[in-house]
């Protein structure tokens, strides 16, 4: 599944072709994904205003309203020519001035497009979100508050989006290896300074993640068709019964909130 960092690349990479540019028109091949598509008239002629990010969410804002996408489990935006023909998952064409057109594939239609009159912040898929990791506020002392009241793991408090977003299965992981805390440890016992570690390992895996592209397993390229990878710095996830990069010993594996967890029972503690 696209993640923060594999979200970032493909902002990144749309960003600058979008941006002071109209949309013409689109062309909507499958208009059921997880939700509806409905795509409002007054969208058509609408300038492109800037694309952001919030978690996993990209937001197209135009002077009318913002266009709200999620790649699903396997899709993809990507910028192509408009003569280009569309393969059988290509579902949606946002035509732009100039013959381009941004292309949305999404093979398994996990995928949706909302468009949001209005401030898009308040839209009901991304209002309750928590922080970004990316902000200053995202801190050792953050996280060691909302482990309050909490008796859970702590790769499920990284991994919960009313938390703190963006830290998938595999970048909980390696952030907490990083970190050196077994995924598995409550909340409860983890000092505020083993915390500050832990935050600062998450910046740290997800930046490194952007540079070089997001993690590709399965379906995920970025904008241009080209894959992540990311998977080549992983140090435990996918390495379960492997060696441990960092001193040796077998890593182990387990599952955590139904998701494949990897540690190393050695440099996690």
């Given at each position: 599944?696209?993640e923060?960092?594999?979200?970032?690349?493909?902002?990144?990479?749309?960003?600058?072709?979008?941006?002071?540019?109209?949309?013409?028109?689109?062309?909507?091949?499958?208009?059921?994904l997880?939700?509806?598509?409905?795509?409002?008239?007054?969208?058509?002629?609408?300038?492109?205003?800037?694309?952001?990010?919030?978690?996993?969410?990209?937001?197209?804002?135009?002077?009318?309203?913002?266009?709200?996408?999620?790649?699903?489990?396997?899709?993809?935006?990507?910028?192509?020519?408009?003569?280009?023909?569309?393969?059988?998952?290509?579902?949606?064409?946002?035509?732009?001035?100039?013959?381009?057109?941004?292309?949305?594939?999404?093979?398994?239609?996990?995928?949706?497009?909302?468009f949001?009159?209005?401030?898009?912040?308040?839209?009901?898929?991304?209002?309750?979100?928590?922080?970004?990791?990316?902000?200053?506020?995202?801190d050792?002392?953050?996280?060691?508050?909302?482990?309050?009241?909490?008796?859970?793991?702590?790769?499920?408090?990284?991994?919960?989006?009313?938390?703190?977003?963006?830290?998938?299965?595999?970048?909980?992981?390696?952030s907490?290896?990083?970190?050196?805390?077994?995924?598995?440890v409550?909340v409860?016992?983890?000092?505020?300074?083993?915390?500050?570690?832990?935050?600062?390992?998450?910046?740290?895996?997800?930046?490194?993640?952007?540079?070089?592209?997001?993690?590709?397993?399965?379906?995920?390229?970025?904008?241009?068709?080209?894959?992540?990878?990311?998977?080549?710095?992983?140090?435990?996830?996918?390495?379960?019964?492997?060696?441990?990069?960092?001193?040796?010993?077998?890593?182990?594996?387990?599952?955590?909130?139904?998701?494949?967890t990897?540690?190393?029972?050695?440099?996690?503690?």
């Amino acid at each position: 599944m696209p993640e923060l960092p594999e979200v970032e690349t493909t902002r990144r990479g749309i960003e600058p072709a979008l941006v002071g540019r109209t949309i013409s028109g689109w062309t909507l091949r499958q208009p059921r994904l997880r939700w509806p598509v409905v795509l409002p008239p007054s969208l058509r002629g609408q300038r492109i205003r800037s694309v952001v990010r919030r978690a996993k969410y990209l937001v197209v804002e135009t002077e009318s309203g913002s266009l709200i996408v999620h790649l699903g489990m396997s899709g993809s935006l990507r910028l192509t020519s408009a003569e280009l023909a569309p393969g059988p998952h290509d579902h949606v064409d946002f035509e732009l001035e100039g013959g381009r057109v941004l292309r949305l594939t999404d093979p398994r239609r996990f995928g949706s497009i909302h468009f949001h009159e209005g401030d898009w912040r308040e839209h009901w898929l991304i209002k309750e979100l928590g922080i970004e990791p990316f902000d200053n506020e995202f801190d050792g002392a953050f996280l060691h508050r909302a482990a309050r009241k909490r008796r859970v793991a702590i790769k499920q408090m990284l991994m919960d989006a009313r938390v703190v977003v963006g830290v998938g299965n595999i970048y909980a992981n390696e952030s907490l290896f990083r970190a050196g805390i077994r995924p598995r440890v409550s909340v409860s016992r983890i000092s505020r300074e083993r915390y500050s570690l832990l935050a600062q390992s998450v910046r740290d895996v997800l930046a490194q993640a952007i540079r070089e592209g997001g993690t590709t397993l399965r379906d995920f390229v970025d904008e241009s068709g080209r894959r992540g990878y990311f998977s080549h710095s992983l140090n435990v996830y996918g390495r379960e019964d492997l060696p441990c990069y960092q001193c040796g010993a077998v890593l182990k594996g387990l599952r955590i909130g139904q998701r494949a967890t990897v540690y190393c029972p050695n440099c996690q503690r």
